[in-house]
């Protein structure tokens, strides 16, 4: 069984039909790219699954449980986390604390005995800050130390992403969903990046799906490709039967303009 | 191999320890100042402590929590009211069921806890001497109260987000205070009449404030402190990603509305006491503007800060009536002269300390200017014989509490402390989020001067290793 399971998934935002029939499984362990041009619906795709939209027809099925309709946050309690696009850290909070509130929801004691400061809540405390410079400590000792106390707002772009990918291994999710881990950073960091995410999979356990513009990266590291185009799935498959795959290429270069179709343009825009 | 530094709290029992004699100093500082005798002071003091327990409180809700609430009075008045009903002195009650103007009924009127220790058999707790215990009880229930309404009001309205939820929080204290005066809950509130007579040794006393200040503080700063309250100042932060973090934003924000609504009860309860008296005019709108603006001026989200502005705000109050009397207009005039000179020498100051080029503006010259002409004006009015007579300057605390606010918001935008809490490290300036010497020396970036050159624009990232 595949630990995700995405069936004729289809969403429409008023006239404008997002995602259409879009079914493809990731199995455990398996790091798999969604590309796809801008507007493709790969950001939907990662919405649908965490729950912040409600898919209109079709099913999401994570180790056998069907995620429509339950909260983003009850999704990330059955183990599935992401990271944004366009970075969400809790700027004014230290990276500490960024990294600590992802572990709340595994939190067994109540409110009263946190605020009594009971032995039980004060060791779940303990475990939750060495897990979280466990989780700090995949990236190097860039985000370790004295650096743990300052606020997010005086990271560099770089750190912000790393920070947040460390905030959703955090949640001790098994399947993460990396929205373009790598925007922003230069060539050497990308690199580090996919080392990271690489190293996410081989060492941390972790099952990776993630959107990412940068073919390289994507080259280098997925088992999988899959191709969305205006909320479609275009292709399926190795990355080097997918960036071949003439429908693709269409889709990211579009179509050499033959005369009849230039025919047909002119026609269609009477 | 990890040392326990990011683990447990650095020098955590030197902290306890400075606490715990910080406390007894500030019970030194008390006793000391109530033995002045001053019944002003004194109650300047039980007032500072009272409404410090509604802003800190209220900071839980708007500082922590990131929601605006503007309903603050209104749980002040669920637990106030319930207080004042269940403590009231048996003769205040007979006048009640006596008057005729009054809707309450033999039940409503019998609603105290001394018919209710009665009826159990504990009539030792009846006395004038067991006072205390009967109005530790009411207040608690009264807490209870205000924080079962907060709940009732918070789980539909905490769904909403932002100015729709400050709507909504204004219009359920106005609802709650409007509904208390109705013919449905006048037979419980006495509806306008009010209740009078509400024994004011607790709600003067500051032995009694100020120990329910201190558990206020005590419970909200171990809850801003938790695991729950970093859950709540994520959802300050940012409500979709707190959620995608796996927070259950719903439970997180009645939890922080209810315990605020808890102790703004106490606040409530104490502030009747203080009093003396139960009305329904007593809990205005105005009474959360003032706790609005020893927020701001504080510093929102900082419960320090919070108290530095409640402090400020019951100082004007308490003490600003110099500003209300009557004095010669040439007085008034002499005053404004005054400011003016002031604000051209802050204008100096601020100029100098922020090494400002040019340090003397424009506006320098203008305020001085004015300010020197006012005050020659001022004093040669008299002898010229114009601008005679007195005037008297009513809501000139009011006036003088915005102008101090505007001056902090141009200032300082964030309070007077912003969001930082006075914490023991920062006494003794141990700064986590400094490299030690240890880890500037281990730390490749920070040690190596060739990395570390100034203007060099060298790259952390440890790729090029390999």
Redesign the interface.
């Known amino acids: 069984m595949a630990m995700l399971e995405i069936s004729n998934l289809n969403k429409s935002f008023g006239g404008l039909q997002a995602m259409t029939d879009v079914s493809f499984n990731v199995n455990e362990g398996e790091i798999i790219s969604v590309i796809g041009p801008n507007g493709a619906g790969k950001t939907t795709l990662f919405n649908l699954i965490?729950g912040?939209y409600t898919p209109d027809s079709g099913d999401v099925r994570f180790q056998g449980q069907s995620l429509v309709g339950k909260?983003?946050?009850q999704i990330?309690?059955m183990g599935i986390?992401?990271t944004?696009q366009n970075l969400?850290?809790?700027?004014?909070?230290?990276i500490?604390?960024n990294i600590?509130?992802?572990?709340?929801?595994?939190?067994k004691s109540n409110?009263l005995q946190?605020?009594?400061?009971t032995p039980a809540?004060k060791k779940?405390?303990?475990e939750?800050?060495?897990f979280a410079?466990e989780k700090l400590s995949f990236f190097?000792?860039?985000l370790m130390?004295?650096?743990?106390?300052?606020p997010v707002l005086v990271l560099s772009y770089a750190n912000r992403r790393r920070s947040e990918i460390a905030?959703?291994m955090a949640?001790g999710a098994k399947l993460l969903l990396l929205d373009e881990p790598s925007a922003g950073m230069n060539p050497?960091?990308t690199?580090?990046m996919t080392k990271i995410i690489k190293r996410m999979r081989d060492e941390g356990g972790y099952t990776i799906l993630l959107v990412e513009h940068k073919m390289n990266l994507v080259g280098e590291i997925s088992d999988r490709v899959v191709v969305l185009d205006y909320g479609k799935k275009l292709a399926e498959g190795d990355y080097k039967d997918v960036v071949n795959n003439p429908e693709v290429i269409e889709a990211y270069l579009g179509k050499k303009a033959t005369d009849d179709d230039k025919a047909k343009k002119d026609g269609g825009l009477e | 191999m990890?040392d326990t530094k990011?683990?447990?709290q650095p020098n955590r029992n030197r902290n306890i320890l400075l606490t715990i004699f910080a406390t007894v100093l500030v019970a030194v500082a008390l006793l000391i100042l109530t033995s002045l005798g001053s019944v002003k002071l004194g109650s300047a003091l039980a007032l500072f402590a009272i409404w410090g327990i509604a802003t800190v409180s209220l900071n839980l809700v708007n500082g922590t929590l990131g929601i605006l609430s503007l309903g603050h009075h209104g749980f002040m008045l669920i637990g106030g009211y319930t207080t004042a009903l269940l403590i009231l002195s048996d003769d205040k009650r007979e006048k009640i069921l006596a008057s005729g103007r009054s809707s309450m009924t033999p039940f409503t009127v019998g609603l105290s806890i001394d018919n209710f220790f009665n009826a159990i058999g504990l009539t030792a707790f009846t006395t004038d001497e067991t006072l205390w215990l009967r109005f530790l009880v009411a207040i608690l229930l009264g807490g209870l109260m205000a924080s079962v309404v907060g709940l009732i009001v918070g789980i539909p309205s905490l769904r909403l987000r932002g100015d729709y939820l400050a709507i909504v929080t204004f219009g359920f204290g106005e609802i709650i205070r409007l509904t208390a005066s109705t013919r449905i809950f006048s037979p419980i509130t006495n509806g306008a009449l009010g209740f009078s007579g509400v024994p004011t040794e607790f709600g003067k006393s500051v032995w009694w404030t100020f120990a329910f200040l201190g558990i206020t503080i005590y419970?909200i700063s171990?809850?801003k402190y938790?695991?729950?309250g970093?859950?709540m100042?994520?959802i300050r932060?940012?409500e979709?990603?707190?959620?995608?973090?796996?927070?259950?934003?719903a439970y997180h924000k009645v939890?922080g509305f209810v315990v605020s609504s808890f102790f703004a009860g106490i606040a409530g309860g104490l502030w009747v006491s203080w009093l003396g008296g139960a009305r329904l005019d007593s809990f205005l709108f105005t009474l959360t503007f003032f706790f609005l603006v020893a927020l701001s001026v504080g510093g929102t989200g900082s419960i320090t800060g919070v108290l530095l502005g409640t402090a400020l705000v019951v100082f004007v109050r308490q003490y600003g009536d110099p500003l209300e009397q009557s004095y010669l207009i040439t007085t008034w005039i002499l005053a404004i002269g005054v400011i003016l000179l002031l604000t051209a020498l802050a204008i100096y100051i601020f100029r100098t300390i922020r090494r400002s080029r040019p340090k003397i503006i424009p506006a320098f010259y203008l305020f001085l200017i004015a300010g020197v002409a006012t005050v020659v004006l001022a004093l040669l009015a008299p002898s010229l014989g114009i601008m005679q007579g007195e005037f008297r300057g009513f809501g000139m605390r009011a006036i003088f509490l915005s102008i101090l606010l505007i001056i902090i918001m141009v200032f300082r935008p964030d309070g007077m402390v912003g969001?930082a809490e006075f914490n023991w490290a920062w006494v003794f300036r141990e700064?986590?989020?400094?490299?030690?010497e240890e880890?500037r020396k281990q730390?490749a970036w920070l040690s190596n001067p060739e990395l570390n050159r100034p203007g060099g624009a060298a790259?952390?990232?440890?790729?090029e290793e390999d």
């Open positions: 965490t912040v909260k983003p946050s990330v309690d986390a992401r944004f969400r850290l809790f700027t004014n909070l230290s500490m604390d600590l509130i992802p572990q709340h929801h595994k939190l409110w946190a605020i009594l400061r809540y779940e405390e303990e939750m800050r060495k410079l190097g000792p860039r130390s004295f650096r743990l106390y300052q905030r959703a949640t050497k960091e690199i580090e | 990890q990011h683990i447990v419970v171990k809850l938790s695991s729950f970093r859950a100042e994520g932060e940012d979709i990603a707190s959620e995608a973090m796996g927070v259950n934003l939890l969001r700064r986590l989020d400094q490299p030690t880890e730390d790259n952390t990232s440890d790729v």
